[in-house]
């Protein structure tokens, strides 16, 4: 029982590239989400989904574009990097509502120049 | 939206000591409150949690207390050790609303002075 896996652990963009944030969980959690973490602002929602098929946007979703087509599976995608979008980002599934219980990924730090 | 506020942000305690971090939120319809503990380079691990339906909830040397009138909740941390050296996060949630994910606070550095 790996948990919530995320892949990769670092990354560096140049400004203008796309890339894909990794997800994948084996507890057979219907929520899932993203959080995006960034020195002295805590931790921040950009997406979240409450089961396959379903997806819905957070606190800070501009930038960012998910989809759900496994229970196992949440992907990230930046379309365009910005400099902004620099930051530690944080994959979490929960087996109930209101995220109660959600277990966290290790992050993926990433960094956009 | 909720708005969840915590202090202090740094606490610096004596090992054996208690510590206290206190967080506040906005929302009177939030009703589940985590409370998140991250070690350096790791993501966030839940340590407890609270329902509004409850006023304190206990766990060895943890312990979290809720006021629903005052809208704040605490994390109380007792005989302090080395290994609870980390970053705290309190957050809040409407456990069966339509949106589904929590609000945190900025976080608290606590310190364990040997």
């Known amino acids: 029982n790996a948990g919530v896996t995320q892949t990769p652990k670092f990354q560096v963009l140049k400004t203008g590239q796309s890339m894909t944030l990794q997800c994948a969980q084996d507890?057979?959690?219907?929520?899932m989400s993203w959080y995006r973490q960034d020195p002295g602002m805590g931790l921040r929602l950009i997406h979240y989904?409450?089961?396959?098929?379903?997806?819905d946007q957070g606190e800070v979703p501009n930038g960012y574009n998910v989809s759900r087509s496994t229970t196992e599976d949440f992907p990230l995608r930046l379309l365009s990097a910005a400099p902004s979008q620099t930051s530690v980002y944080f994959c979490?599934?929960?087996?109930?509502?209101?995220?109660?219980?959600?277990?966290f990924g290790s992050g993926t730090r990433l960094t956009v120049v | 939206g909720e708005n969840v506020e915590q202090h202090p942000s740094t606490l610096s305690v004596q090992e054996g000591d208690s510590a206290v971090i206190k967080c506040t939120y906005s929302?009177?319809?939030?009703?589940?409150f985590p409370w998140y503990k991250q070690e350096l380079g790791k993501g966030p691990q839940l340590i407890i949690d609270?329902?509004?339906?409850?006023g304190e909830k206990k766990d060895q040397r943890i312990a979290v207390t809720l006021n629903k009138t005052a809208k704040h909740f605490s994390l109380h941390i007792t005989e302090t050790q080395p290994e609870d050296s980390a970053v705290y996060f309190c957050?809040?949630?409407?456990?069966?609303?339509?949106?589904?994910?929590?609000?945190f606070g900025k976080g608290t550095h606590l310190i364990i002075q040997p």
């Open positions: 979490a599934s929960s087996y109930g509502s209101g995220a109660v219980g959600y277990t």
């Open positions: 507890m057979n959690h219907e929520y």
């Open positions: 989904s409450v089961g396959a098929g379903i997806t």
């Open positions: 929302d009177s319809a939030s009703n589940y």
């Open positions: 609270i329902r509004s339906n409850v």
């Open positions: 957050a809040a949630s409407s456990a069966g609303g339509g949106a589904d994910g929590l609000t």
